[in-house]
Nanobody
Framework: QVQLVESGGGLVQAGGSLRLSCAASGRTFGRYAMGWFRQAPGKEREFVSAITWSRSTNYADSVKGRFTISRDNGKTVAYLQMNSLNPDDTAIYYC????????????????????WGQGTQVTVSS
């Protein structure tokens, strides 16, 4: 089993920044990918970004150039640095972990992920 705990959410004004963290514990060995998804009220959960063990990355078009994903494999923590936030970024942000990621693949589909955190709220005011 793997446990994921997100932190770093909050309320920020448009144009501001936040950094989300996702700490993984439990069966965290192997070449797993970690991803971030978000769900706004009344909308489907959507992919935000993902990073593999070897630090290959993938981003949704809506966040490219504004968000940066990173990870510290020694501490089994993933980060999402979010800059130039706007009200459309308001959502619950979820961290996810894919235990068995094929080499060269940066998974963007939620169905590929095996474990999920409880989510952290990000609210961007205009």
């Amino acid at each position: 089993q793997v446990q994921l705990v997100e932190s770093g959410g909050g309320l920020v004004q448009a144009g501001g920044s936040l950094r989300l963290s996702c700490a993984a514990s439990g069966r965290t060995f192997g070449r797993y990918a970690m991803g971030w998804f978000r769900q706004a009220p009344g909308k489907e959960r959507e992919f935000v970004s993902a990073i593999t063990w070897s630090r290959s990355t993938n981003y949704a078009d809506s966040v490219k150039g504004r968000f940066t994903i990173s990870r510290d494999n020694g501490k089994t923590v993933a980060y999402l640095q979010m800059n130039s936030l706007n009200p459309d970024d308001t959502a619950i942000y979820y961290c996810a972990l894919d235990l068995d990621t094929p080499f060269g693949v940066v998974p963007a589909s939620s169905s590929k992920y095996d474990y999920w955190g409880q989510g952290t709220q990000v609210t961007v005011s205009s």
